[in-house]
């Protein structure tokens, strides 16, 4: 597959869909205030009662988080056998992390933010790295620690089970 056939795939399910940041547990599907930049509620609730989602109930709940969305994307390409792996930025200043995805085609690696409601401006945008230290070298020189979190990212757990194993 092209570089644009995929990603029209990935985009078809997520951007076309109406996806909502948050996840869904019981039924229940928990959203942060989008009144506030930093909702303290909804990230409590991330670091407490949070687990990382099957691929199938993001896409019945049409909501996920950075790490939901990313097991769904790498579920679809895992279907059309095309190679991706998951990795975890951790910003160093702002002690944030966030999860995605890239993916291997035409000998390049690809990365496409997907993640709902991103704010960031490349947001549905492919960005494309000649190869794969192209792609650490952006975010460590950005004052990133980069993590590859392929085989680390499972279904049921928490995010202080996957930062403990990041430690590691």
């Not at 930093?38 to 199938?56: E, K, V």
């Not at 460590?140 to 979190?149: I, L, M, P, R």
Request: net charge negative.
């Amino acid at each position: 597959m092209q570089i644009n056939q995929i990603c029209d795939l990935l985009k078809k399910e997520l951007l076309n869909n109406d996806y909502e940041y948050g996840f869904c547990l019981n039924g229940i599907k928990y959203k942060p205030n989008a009144s506030n930049s930093f909702d303290p509620d909804f990230f409590h609730l991330l670091s407490t009662i949070y687990h990382i989602q099957s691929p199938d109930d993001t896409e019945r709940g049409k909501i996920g988080t950075c790490n939901d969305v990313v097991v769904l994307m790498k579920s679809i390409l895992d279907k059309h056998n095309v190679p991706s792996k998951i990795w975890i930025l951790h910003n160093l200043q702002n002690d944030k992390y966030h999860t995605v995805l890239t993916f291997s085609a035409e000998d390049k690696i690809v990365y496409l933010e997907l993640t709902p409601h991103s704010r960031k401006p490349w947001y549905g945008k492919e960005i494309i790295y000649d190869n794969e230290q192209s792609f650490l070298s952006e975010y460590k020189d950005n004052e990133c620690e980069v993590y590859n979190a392929t085989n680390l990212i499972l279904i049921g757990k928490t995010l202080d089970e996957l930062l403990s194993e990041l430690a590691r």
